[in-house]
């Protein structure tokens, strides 16, 4: 699951230009948020992490950060088609070279609420 969390925010770091220590980090401008929102965003779309379990991967944030980003991104990305591809480009680079990512809301794979018993 760690190698996961890795692969996620490597990813978000490089495509949008900011630093691990930017993400995990208390800024709050714009240019460090979003790309937060879309860390949280893949989690929760390809890890069996909850809000709470994906807040504390990214620097000790609440659940309900976590759930507000998520949705904060879902939104965008229903508004905004050339955002949405943004966010498709990084699900593609999170999955390749790696091994079968499980998309959480993906209707390819018929799953939706899917809970890892710990």
């Given at each position: 699951m760690i190698g996961q969390v890795r692969?996620?925010?490597?990813?978000?770091c490089a495509a949008r230009g900011v630093t691990r220590a930017d993400l995990l980090g208390p800024?709050?401008?714009?240019?460090?948020?979003w790309p937060r929102q879309e860390a949280y965003t893949l989690l929760r779309e390809t890890t069996l992490l909850s809000f709470s379990e994906i807040g504390r991967q990214i620097g000790g944030r609440d659940h309900t950060t976590v759930l507000k980003g998520v949705t904060a991104v879902s939104g965008r990305c229903a508004r905004d088609p050339g955002y949405a591809s943004g966010v498709d480009e990084l699900r593609r680079l999170v999955a390749v070279g790696s091994k079968p990512v499980f998309f959480r809301h993906g209707a390819e794979l018929g799953f939706?609420?899917?809970?890892?018993?710990a």
């Amino acid at each position: 699951m760690i190698g996961q969390v890795r692969r996620v925010l490597n990813t978000i770091c490089a495509a949008r230009g900011v630093t691990r220590a930017d993400l995990l980090g208390p800024e709050r401008s714009r240019r460090v948020s979003w790309p937060r929102q879309e860390a949280y965003t893949l989690l929760r779309e390809t890890t069996l992490l909850s809000f709470s379990e994906i807040g504390r991967q990214i620097g000790g944030r609440d659940h309900t950060t976590v759930l507000k980003g998520v949705t904060a991104v879902s939104g965008r990305c229903a508004r905004d088609p050339g955002y949405a591809s943004g966010v498709d480009e990084l699900r593609r680079l999170v999955a390749v070279g790696s091994k079968p990512v499980f998309f959480r809301h993906g209707a390819e794979l018929g799953f939706s609420s899917m809970r890892a018993k710990a």
